[in-house]
Structures are given as structure tokens and as C-alpha cells.
């Protein structure tokens, strides 16, 4: 079965410079979610969005844009990066209404050096 | 607001014993969920409870919800090596489009 794809896996940046990361959901699912974990912790709820149109905003940066296209892939968009950004950024996605949960992605690992 | 409380936040085993995760929220949800994840890992989906009494068993594993106590529970039975992993329970409510995690329980079963 299809499931949540990320990229990239693992990306290295500079501070002060930006990034972009990708998620592709689940065919079919309309809600995509952004998470930031850092190490030895829990996920932390950045943004999601419900048929392409932002739904909900967590404890996301200023520096930091989302969006949902129009195929209802996703992009994070980090700008002014920091080295406190270095996480593991995880995107989901889920079928409102459906009773199976959120489908995580595999991550991307950001190193901000 | 609601918050989501695991313990133990560490638990360390032999492997063939029993133990218990527990996890609190502190406001009615509609759905909780428990969620492993190995080391630099994606999070994988345990169990999705949906309603009061509810009881899942997977293997080794079996969740439990406890809506009125605002309480569930994540069992090992026998544990073996292979469950090792950080263990997260997570709550949703209706209209909110987020998850309110657990701090995660880190389990580490020795052999």
C-alpha cells in the first residue's frame, strides 16, 4: 500500500540560509499535518491543512510557510534557518472521517550547522 | 486545553516480563492513539481507540481506554527484545486538526 512519502531523507544547511521540505500523502487523503521533533522528544504540531486550505496552526515560526498544491502535496518552506531547527520534521496524513488514524511519513532529518 | 500525560517516561525490563504503560489526558477527546517509534525513525501506528471500554490486542501488546478516567493503558505481555522502542500515546478532539502528545515512554528490554 501506498504510504506517506518525504523528501528529502536527510538535508544539511547553514544558518541563516532556507529549506524546503516535501511530503506526499496518501492518495486520497484530504489532511495533511507537519510535525518538528526534536531529539528526545515528542512530536510537536507545526500546521496542517484540510483540502488544500490551511486548518490548523501549532507552535510553527514566523520563518517557517506551509502549503497544500493542488495534487495535495505539501511543502514546509524554513527560512533564516537556526541551528535550534535541527529536527526530525515528519509530515502525516490522514482521510477525515476515517477511523484508522494518521499515516507518518518517514521524516527528514534537518541538520542546521 | 488539553494535555497528555505518559508514565513511565523510562522503563527498563527483562525480557518474559509484564508491565504496564499509562496515559492521561486531561480533557475529553475523541480518539487516542498509541504510536512506536524506533530510534531516527518514522512513527509507526500501534492502536486507535475510539471509545470507552475499548480493547486492542496486537501480539504481545494490548491497549485499553478509559474514558471516563481519561485513562489508557499500553500492556506488555512476555516482553522480547524486538519491543524496544519509545512508546506514544497521542489524543485528538473533534474540529481540532492536531495531535496533543505523550512525552513518549522509552522502553528498553534487555535480554
Known amino acids: 500500500a501506498a504510504g506517506v512519502i518525504q523528501s528529502p531523507r536527510h538535508l544539511i544547511k547553514e544558518k541563516r540560509e532556507t529549506a524546503t521540505l516535501k511530503c506526499y500523502p496518501i492518495p486520497r487523503h484530504d489532511t495533511v499535518y507537519w510535525y518538528q521533533q526534536g531529539p528526545g522528544q515528542d512530536p510537536q504540531f507545526l500546521i496542517s491543512f484540510y483540502e488544500k486550505m490551511q486548518s490548523d496552526k501549532g507552535s510553527i515560526p514566523d520563518r517557517f510557510s506551509a502549503q497544500q498544491f493542488s495534487d495535495y502535496h505539501s511543502e514546509l518552506n524554513m527560512s533564516s534557518l537556526e541551528l535550534g531547527d535541527s529536527a526530525l520534521y515528519f509530515c502525516a496524513s490522514s482521510l477525515v472521517g476515517q477511523l484508522k488514524g494518521y499515516t507518518f511519513g518517514s521524516g527528514t532529518r534537518l541538520t542546521v550547522v | 486545553e488539553l494535555k497528555v500525560e505518559q508514565n513511565p517516561l523510562f522503563l527498563s525490563m527483562q525480557e518474559g516480563k509484564n508491565y504496564t504503560i499509562y496515559c492521561n489526558y486531561s480533557?475529553?477527546?475523541?480518539?487516542l492513539y498509541w504510536y512506536r517509534q524506533d530510534p531516527g525513525k518514522s512513527l509507526e501506528s500501534l492502536f486507535v481507540l475510539l471509545s470507552n471500554g475499548a480493547v486492542k490486542q496486537e501480539g504481545r501488546l494490548m491497549a485499553s481506554l478509559d474514558t471516563k478516567a481519561r485513562l489508557s493503558t499500553l500492556h506488555i505481555t512476555a516482553a522480547v527484545h524486538d519491543l524496544s522502542a519509545t512508546y506514544f500515546c497521542?489524543?485528538?478532539?473533534?474540529?481540532?486538526?492536531?495531535?496533543?502528545w505523550g512525552a513518549g515512554t522509552k522502553l528498553i528490554i534487555k535480554p
Open positions: 497521542a489524543v485528538d478532539m473533534s474540529g481540532n486538526y492536531q495531535l496533543i
Open positions: 480533557t475529553t477527546s475523541d480518539r
